[in-house]
Nanobody
């Protein structure tokens, strides 16, 4: 079982990045996936979630209107499209998966420790 994030890097403020979370070794459609981030000196924060049970998505208020989460079942990849980036978005971004057939509201209420699998993270740095 493996989750691997990619797509991070350096970006100027106002730019966009698309992160990918590639899954392998488990039945993707039975899992909810969350995107988390952790900036230096700050607590880990959940920013986006998707429930494969019904295809619903949700993003946190802090990124609403700028971040979008989507999935490609054929490639077992979840994407996080991040637009209008600011220096406040600088963080390590992680994806996590949890076996659940519940809605995205349930998935978004899970804490980091509730998840079953976690990726190693990808660094996003936004220069102002």
């Amino acid at each position: 079982v493996q989750l691997v994030e990619s797509g991070g890097g350096f970006m100027q403020a106002g730019g966009s990045l698309r992160l990918s979370c590639a899954a392998s070794g488990f039945t993707f459609v039975d899992y909810g996936v969350g995107w988390f981030r952790q900036a230096p000196g700050k607590e880990r924060e959940g920013v986006a979630w998707i429930a494969h049970s019904d295809g619903t998505t949700r993003v946190s208020d802090s990124v609403k209107g700028r971040f979008t989460v989507s999935t490609d079942g054929a490639t077992k990849t979840v994407y996080l499209l991040m637009n209008s980036l600011t220096s406040e978005d600088t963080a390590i971004y992680y994806c996590a998966a949890q076996f659940t057939l519940h809605s995205v509201m349930t998935v978004s209420n899970l804490t980091w420790d509730d998840y079953d699998y976690w990726g190693p993270g990808t660094q996003v740095t936004v220069s102002s």
